[in-house]
């Protein structure tokens, strides 16, 4: 069945490193999400793409984060230089832009800076 | 300013029992929607049911089924006849109306299913 994949699903980095993650949306969505999850913060919404567009990405830092839809079936989500605060889950999502807007979630990118 | 509230860390039950997961949410759109995710030990984030606001009826997904209390808002999850399986975190989610696809999540609540 379709799945929403991610990779890598494990990445311990350096601080300062920069770390790239990516994300293939399920075939046919045309809105893509990437959240973080931390145990302090919870799940937040760090950017959100409608048909490659970007539309929101109020949530992220702009200063070392940035997200990018190459094509259809590739989002990015590049953090550079990464520092220990980026260790978290980081999820991406997609789904389709009519009711009941449900999204599927990949099964993340662990991420560990030291 | 949207908000999603859930005020259970924790909870048990017995295998076989109903268990109620409550939330509850604060936005001034009119038009809005509300999900459920489960998220077993393993991480991955499982899509369960869905509520519109302007849903006449309770949405229900075989075990699971939603107790909508537009006037309380509210958003409870029900989960009927518990399995082993069930146990997970379950967070429950908002997508407002003039917020495009956006969810907001609630900090989650975390369901042990005792044998």
């Known amino acids: 069945d379709a799945r929403v994949t991610q990779t890598p699903r494990h990445k311990v980095t350096e601080m300062g490193q920069e770390v790239t993650m990516r994300c293939q949306p399920i075939?046919?969505?045309?809105?893509v999400f990437w959240y973080r999850q931390t145990m302090m913060q919870g799940l937040e919404l760090l950017a959100y793409f409608r048909n490659r567009a970007p539309l929101d990405d109020s949530g992220m830092p702009k200063d070392r984060f940035s997200a990018e839809m190459p094509d259809a079936t590739l989002a990015t989500l590049k953090i550079q230089p990464s520092e220990p605060r980026d260790s978290a889950v980081y999820f991406c999502?997609?789904?389709?832009?009519?009711?009941?807007?449900?999204?599927?979630f990949g099964p993340g990118t662990r991420l560990t800076v030291t | 300013a949207q908000k999603i509230t859930q005020t259970q860390p924790g909870m048990f039950v017995q295998e076989k029992e109903a268990v109620t997961l409550d939330c509850t949410y604060d936005t001034s759109d009119p038009s809005y929607g509300l999900f459920w995710y489960k998220q077993p030990s393993s991480g991955e984030m499982i899509f369960l049911i869905y509520?519109?606001?302007?849903?006449?009826q309770n949405a229900t997904e075989g075990r699971y089924s939603l107790n909508f209390q537009k006037a309380r808002k509210s958003a409870n999850l029900v989960i009927s006849a518990s399995q082993l399986g069930d146990s997970a975190m379950y967070f429950c989610a908002m997508r407002g109306g003039n917020q495009g696809g956006k969810l907001i999540f609630g900090q989650g609540t975390e369901l042990s299913v005792k044998p």
């Open positions: 999502a997609s789904g389709l832009d009519i009711p009941p807007y449900e999204q599927y």
């Open positions: 075939l046919g969505h045309n809105t």
């Open positions: 509520q519109g606001s302007y849903d006449q």
